[in-house]
T-cell receptor, first 119, second 112 residues
Framework: DAGVIQSPRHEVTEMGQEVTLRCKPI?????LFWYRQTMMRGLELLIY????????DSGMPEDRFSAKMPNASFSTLKIQPSEPRDSAVYFC?????????????????FGPGTRLTVL | AQSVTQLDSQVPVFEEAPVELRCNYS??????LFWYVQYPNQGLQLLLK??????LVKGINGFEAEFNKSQTSFHLRKPSVHISDTAEYFC??????????FGDGTTLTVKP
């Protein structure tokens, strides 16, 4: 299996621009997670989908952030407009998660991350 | 709400020496505990996990961890480290209520 695929691997943009990060989870996995990693705040869970439905988005920092999962094999995280404080590494992870709320025992498989720099 | 505290942000150690990375957690519900490793410029990958049963859990690359409910700890150990073990290590707690919470990470640096 190819594992979790993220694109782009690196993104440099200017403040105010729209940024779209993409993720393809492992085939057969039903849960998908978006994380943000920074030196200051560590690893933060932004949002969690199960069977393409957003289950918990309480970690999304503000309305500038939005995430979608139109089908089982694709998800996007969008930032509009972007700000310098959004600079971070964004990880997508997936797990088997057969039922919402039962992902707790599952191993999460992480993608390689997207390093975002907002100037 | 659950929380995870990794007691050491950096652990330097010489090659072939033993190492312990400490993790304490707090939660008001049942927990499942994980250790993940992150090599430079990569995503996290699972080292080991405790779900139930034996409190001593063995993982990949010779690592093991012991779940101690009374001390709410899940320390990671390896009897003899290699240069290739240099990485960041994350302790995580998943509750049966749903969320994953990660610690701040411990950077293990193995010196020759």
């Amino acid at each position: 299996d190819a594992g979790v695929i993220q694109s782009p691997r690196h993104e440099v943009t200017e403040m105010g621009q729209e940024v779209t990060l993409r993720c393809k989870p492992i085939s057969g996995h039903n849960s998908l997670f978006w994380y943000r990693q920074t030196m200051m705040r560590g690893l933060e869970l932004l949002i969690y989908f199960n069977n393409n439905v957003p289950i918990d988005d309480s970690g999304m920092p503000e309305d500038r952030f939005s995430a979608k999962m139109p089908n089982a094999s694709f998800s996007t995280l969008k930032i509009q407009p972007s700000e310098p404080r959004d600079s971070a590494v964004y990880f997508c992870a997936s797990s088997l998660g057969r039922l919402a709320g039962e992902y707790s025992t599952d191993t999460q498989y992480f993608g390689p991350g997207t390093r975002l720099t907002v100037l | 709400a659950q929380s995870v505290t990794q007691l050491d942000s950096q652990v330097p150690v010489f090659e072939e020496a033993p190492v312990e990375l400490r993790c304490n957690y707090s939660s008001s519900v049942s927990v499942y505990l994980f250790w993940y490793v992150q090599y430079p410029n990569q995503g996290l990958q699972l080292l080991l996990k405790y779900l139930s049963g034996s409190t001593l859990v063995k993982g990949i690359n010779g690592f093991e961890a012991e779940f101690n409910k009374s001390q709410t700890s899940f320390h990671l150990r390896k009897p003899s480290v290699h240069i290739s073990d240099t990485a960041e290590y994350f302790c995580a707690v998943n509750t049966n209520a749903g969320k994953s919470t990660f610690g701040d990470g411990t950077t293990l640096t193995v010196k020759p």
